[in-house]
């Protein structure tokens, strides 16, 4: 994750949703489901010629290099100071001075129109780009909007949790343009910076075989999440991750770190980022070509199990098992719970600070992955490769296209290069000085530059980078090196899937997920989820799998 990033409360739940997604189908929508449409969905050799080739980037050396893992993974470079020379990969003015429109959510203070950020970022891109950020709070029902009276601008940025909403299988091709033309294959050559984002988020941007989409916030290797712990606490005990590899251990580690009198319980809510131990899926699992619900999997139960178990057992605090999920972070920052699961978001310098403002020695770690019996080998799914997305409107003509793609590739720049510190931060004493080696906004920058919005647009793949806490940066980048080896595609993974609308209540199962959770809160046995899961399959569960079997599975693969 960038230092931009880490400054910027809205990417970090940004990552934190892309972890819930991963729940279920990835990038799934719903849509009218009619027979004359495949509704978004792409097939295995369509897909492969449409997508862009992947060229990494060489342009700046990170301290910590991205190692390679499992299933074509691969983790985020670190960085553990900014780069002392802004290399420029751009040659020239990207733009030819055309006039655009641009819209992306923003969740924060609205900048000034026509701000002095914007007029440095206009004279840079070579173009009059007017951006015109939208209350992230409104989004949902600011776009249906322009859509439904077709008045998309000529570059709007679509997060996929949305794609639903904004029915985006629908537009593609319609309102949004097809970007296939220009990026597939080696054409992406002459846009080198997008290049270097990673297949997987070109797999996100495409619907139909066509590529749509410009992705932002790019992971070669996104995941659902960790299970943290207080290293500092579990450290003064003599416990390190590599002494966890199987359940057992966690539950004896809640038998362990558990002192109720104290006020100290040894977990907060770690189902979500958990129960992938016991071998359960996203949401699928193929078994001799058919299709398996997780909720149809004995592992399912087995994991359930062990956490109603933990519950009713006392490991986890008690505030935990009464939803309160807002103050999870301050019971770990506090000690009073030691263990929590949670998105990788929240492995960055804002944590450590705030973490070290409550207990001076206050380290952040987490497990590595493990497999519940441990003897099997662990795994873990991947998720999304991006939930952040931008289209360009289909009514652009082609030299308009090529413009902004240039634009684009300005933008994704990578890390620390002279384009990214522009994007980033603006122009140097203006929006942002040097402060000990790093850029730092000055108060005009955080009026302007910081309120983030041209990254929305197009960014490069994320990096690791916590300038001030180092060892936060050090101790990420090797749990992603030890994890990336373990990781696999899930099912349908960056697919774009619309459900049908008579398939949109049960897709969700609301139900057996409030079951589900009431279960490893200790509230409902796992005989009850049972039940909810049988009226899930009789009301709509088994039609839906049925669905993905035929119309998905049969037809187009897994997306692998």
């Given at each position: 994750m960038s230092i931009a990033m880490n400054r910027r409360a809205f990417v970090n739940g940004a990552v934190a949703v892309a972890g819930a997604t991963v729940m279920s189908p990835l990038l799934s929508a719903c849509g009218s489901g009619s027979s004359g449409s495949k509704g978004g969905t792409n097939s295995k050799s369509g897909l492969a010629a449409a997508l862009p080739d992947y060229h990494a980037s060489t342009s700046v050396k990170p301290d910590i290099p991205s190692a390679g893992g499992a299933d074509g993974a691969f983790t985020s470079p670190g960085?553990?100071?900014?780069?002392?020379?802004a290399v420029a990969t751009v040659r020239g003015v990207p733009g030819k001075g055309g006039n655009y429109t641009a819209v992306t959510p923003i969740w924060g203070t609205l900048p000034s129109p026509n701000n002095s950020y914007y007029q440095a970022m206009n004279k840079a891109l070579g173009i009059d780009l007017t951006m015109k950020p939208a209350n992230g709070n409104d989004y949902a029902t600011i776009v249906p909007t322009m859509t439904a009276s077709k008045k998309l601008p000529d570059w709007v940025q679509l997060p996929s949790w949305w794609n639903a909403t904004f029915n985006v299988s629908a537009l593609a091709g319609t309102q949004l343009a097809d970007l296939t033309p220009y990026l597939s294959g080696d054409k992406i050559k002459q846009y080198p910076n997008l290049a270097a984002i990673p297949t997987g988020a070109w797999q996100a941007a495409a619907w139909e075989d066509k590529i749509y989409g410009i992705p932002s916030f790019a992971s070669g290797m996104a995941v659902a999440g960790a299970v943290f712990f207080r290293a500092d606490v579990l450290g003064a005990k003599g416990i390190t991750a590599d002494q966890v590899k199987s359940a057992d251990d966690l539950w004896n580690l809640?038998?362990?770190?558990?002192?109720?009198?104290r006020g100290v319980w040894a977990f907060d809510d770690v189902w979500t980022y958990l129960y992938q131990s016991w071998g359960v899926p996203s949401k699928f699992a193929v078994k001799r070509g058919k299709l398996a619900h997780k909720y149809d999997m004995p592992e399912f139960?087995?994991?359930?199990?062990?956490?109603?178990?933990?519950?009713?057992a006392g490991y986890v605090h008690p505030d935990s098992l009464a939803g309160d999920t807002n103050n999870g972070i301050t019971r770990f920052f506090a000690g009073k719970s030691l263990i929590e699961g949670g998105g990788t978001g929240a492995w960055n310098l804002a944590d450590h600070q705030s973490g070290t403002a409550a207990n001076k020695n206050y380290r952040r770690a987490a497990?590595?992955?493990?497999?519940?019996?441990?003897?099997?080998?662990?795994?873990?799914?991947?998720?999304?490769?991006?939930?952040?997305?931008s289209y360009l409107n289909a009514k652009l003509k082609s030299e308009q296209i090529?413009?902004?793609?240039?634009?684009?590739?300005?933008?994704?720049?990578?890390?620390?290069?002279?384009?990214?510190?522009?994007?980033v931060y603006g122009v140097e004493g203006v929006h942002y000085t040097m402060v000990d080696g790093v850029p730092t906004y000055t108060e005009e920058g955080k009026k302007t530059a910081q309120q983030q919005t041209f990254n929305f647009l197009a960014s490069p793949p994320q990096v690791v980078s916590n300038q001030g806490a180092n060892q936060v940066t050090k101790d990420y980048t090797a749990w992603q090196a030890r994890t990336v080896k373990y990781v696999y595609k899930p099912v349908f993974w960056n697919m774009n899937i619309t459900v049908p609308k008579r398939f949109a209540t049960v897709d969700t199962a609301q139900a057996v997920e409030d079951a589900i959770k009431d279960c490893y809160h200790g509230i409902k046995k796992v005989s009850e989820v049972q039940a909810a899961i049988a009226a899930w399959k009789s009301s709509g569960g088994d039609r839906l799998t049925d669905w993905y079997q035929t119309a998905v599975l049969d037809k187009y693969g897994t997306g692998q």
């Open positions: 960085f553990l100071s900014y780069p002392a020379h809640g038998k362990e770190l558990t002192d109720a009198k139960l087995e994991a359930l199990n062990w956490h109603y178990r933990l519950a009713k497990f590595d992955i493990i497999a519940a019996d441990g003897k099997s080998t662990p795994q873990t799914f991947l998720g999304p490769s991006t939930s952040i997305m090529e413009e902004l793609l240039n634009v684009a590739n300005y933008l994704a720049a990578p890390f620390g290069s002279a384009e990214y510190t522009q994007v």
